[in-house]
T-cell receptor, first 114, second 114 residues
Framework: DGGITQSPKYLFRKEGQNVTLSCEQNLNHDAMYWYRQDPGQGLRLIYYSQIVNDFQKGDIAEGYSVSREKKESFPLTVTSAQKNPTAFYLC?????????????FGPGTRLTVL | AQTVTQSQPEMSVQEAETVTLSCTYDTSESDYYLFWYKQPPSRQMILVIRQEAYKQQNATENRFSVNFQKAAKSFSLKISDSQLGDAAMYFCALVGTSGSRLTFGEGTQLTVNP
């Protein structure tokens, strides 16, 4: 079955630690995205990547880093510089050119800072 | 820049009744796509319906339909014969065909009363 997987589902971090959230897709999509969602709010774009080995900052990139070494994978690292990292993180992918630009979402990772 | 506004933070409907969720937007793109996504308590983002801006005909998916008013930049979602499983947060979103960034509204929390 084609789709997007995120792991882990729940993640706990101590203050001062870096953590990496995994996102993998087998939809053969060119573009991948990371969003942050806080309780009762909409989605805010952290980073996105349209092709391998290239990525751009979104609206709230400070304190986060990404890599895109493979088309299928787009891991997000939440660094100790992120002052308030407790949130729900969603990964998505889409066809970059052509198609309907619809984004398909993973199930999300809930990150809690202890 | 593009913006999406959902002016109804919360809505409620009786089971089997009809409800309409509002969305207005602004974009400088000449061609774009509009979406309604549903986020149930599981927090998985699910595409409900999409509308291509160049199409005058309103999109329909079973009990879900849109009222797309391009000149007014309005994109409302109508849910007919509401079911308990329709209870969720609903997000309106827009993406221009020249880029890949999806802009979300703040969401409308829909409650379905039995």
């Amino acid at each position: 079955d084609g789709g997007i997987t995120q792991s882990p589902k729940y993640l706990f971090r101590k203050e001062g630690q870096n953590v990496t959230l995994s996102c993998e897709q087998n939809l053969n999509h060119d573009a991948m995205y990371w969003y942050r969602q806080d309780p009762g709010q909409g989605l805010r774009l952290i980073y996105y990547s349209q092709i391998v080995n290239d990525f751009q900052k979104g609206d709230i990139a400070e304190g986060y880093s990404v890599s895109r070494e493979k088309k299928e994978s787009f891991p997000l690292t939440v660094t100790s510089a992120q002052k308030n990292p407790t949130a729900f993180y969603l990964c998505a992918s889409s066809i970059f050119q052509g198609g309907t630009n619809e984004q398909f979402f993973g199930p999300g990772t809930r990150l809690t800072v202890l | 820049a593009q913006t999406v506004t959902q002016s109804q933070p919360e809505m409620s409907v009786q089971e089997a009744e009809t409800v309409t969720l509002s969305c207005t937007y602004d974009t400088s793109e000449s061609d774009y796509y509009l979406f309604w996504y549903k986020q149930p308590p599981s927090r998985q983002m699910i595409l409900v319906i999409r509308q291509e801006a160049y199409k005058q005909q309103n999109a329909t998916e079973n009990r879900f339909s849109v009222n797309f008013q391009k000149a007014a930049k309005s994109f409302s979602l109508k849910i007919s014969d509401s079911q308990l499983g329709d209870a969720a947060m609903y997000f309106c979103a827009l993406v221009g065909t020249s880029g890949s960034r999806l802009t979300f509204g703040e969401g409308t929390q829909l409650t379905v009363n039995p």
